[in-house]
T-cell receptor, first 110, second 114 residues
Framework: DAKTTQPNSMESNEEEPVHLPCNHSTISGTDYIHWYRQLPSQGPEYVIH???SNVNNRMASLAIAEDRKSSTLILHRATLRDAAVYYC???????????FGTGTRLTVIP | AAGVIQSPRHLIKEKRETATLKCYPI?????VYWYQQGPGQDPQFLISFYEKMQSDKGSIPDRFSAQQFSDYHSELNMSSLELGDSALYFCASSTWTGANSPLHFGNGTRLTVT
């Protein structure tokens, strides 16, 4: 499986936008880019996913580079509830698995 | 909306005992996944099932087995428990649409082996 690289940790002030980067230089054409997050003492939670085009949903936006070797998860207005570990995961089309790497621990400062 | 239900929430066992964890997927979800998360670790994929058949296998020890039943619920059976098996065990479910279907996770079962 293609690997992703994320910063170990990031900080953001409350109510400011947050841009969480992810590098995936060995991505293949059939790999979807998924983002999950895990709040303390909870199971992972799906955030967003995409293949080539930028995606928006009620939780976040996903910006995918034109060459697909990197992507950025955008939280438009961080709240204290967004403090979590964010995982960027490549998931191959047809794969019945999801492998978590080492994500980014986001701290939101009041 | 209905979520993934796992039982029990907490389980305490002694070394060499057996444990069974249960997972009830979201209605109409036909794929179930099991994960193990040790203290301070990231979730590790163990195994998945689609339509009651094993569909993928990760780092599941030979002492563990799992199955998916006709009502789509799944059970993870763990035998000869070791101290290192103490962890959070998560179950997730999805519909079978390949990589385009998000996983929905339960809140986990915390297993403590003493």
């Amino acid at each position: 499986d293609a690997k992703t690289t994320q910063p170990n940790s990031m900080e953001s002030n409350e109510e400011e936008p947050v841009h969480l980067p992810c590098n995936h230089s060995t991505i293949s054409g059939t790999d979807y880019i998924h983002w999950y997050r895990q709040l303390p003492s909870q199971g992972p939670e799906y955030v967003i996913h995409g293949l080539t085009s930028n995606v928006n949903n009620r939780m976040a936006s996903l910006a995918i580079a034109e060459d697909r070797k990197s992507s950025t998860l955008i939280l438009h207005r961080a709240t204290l509830r967004d403090a979590a570990v964010y995982y960027c995961i490549l998931r191959r089309l047809g794969a019945n698995n999801l492998f978590f790497g080492t994500g980014t621990r986001l701290t939101v400062i009041p | 909306a209905a979520g993934v239900i796992q039982s029990p929430r907490h389980l305490i066992k002694e070394k060499r005992e057996t444990a069974t964890l249960k997972c009830y997927p979201i209605p109409r979800h036909d794929t179930v996944y099991w994960y193990q998360q040790g203290p301070g670790q990231d979730p590790q994929f163990l195994i998945s099932f689609y339509e009651k058949m094993q569909s993928d296998k990760g780092s599941i020890p030979d002492r563990f087995s799992a199955q998916q039943f006709s009502d789509y619920h799944s059970e993870l059976n763990m035998s000869s428990l070791e101290l290192g098996d103490s962890a959070l065990y998560f179950c997730a479910s999805s519909t079978w649409t390949g990589a385009n279907s998000p996983l929905h996770f339960g809140n986990g079962t915390r297993l403590t082996v003493t």
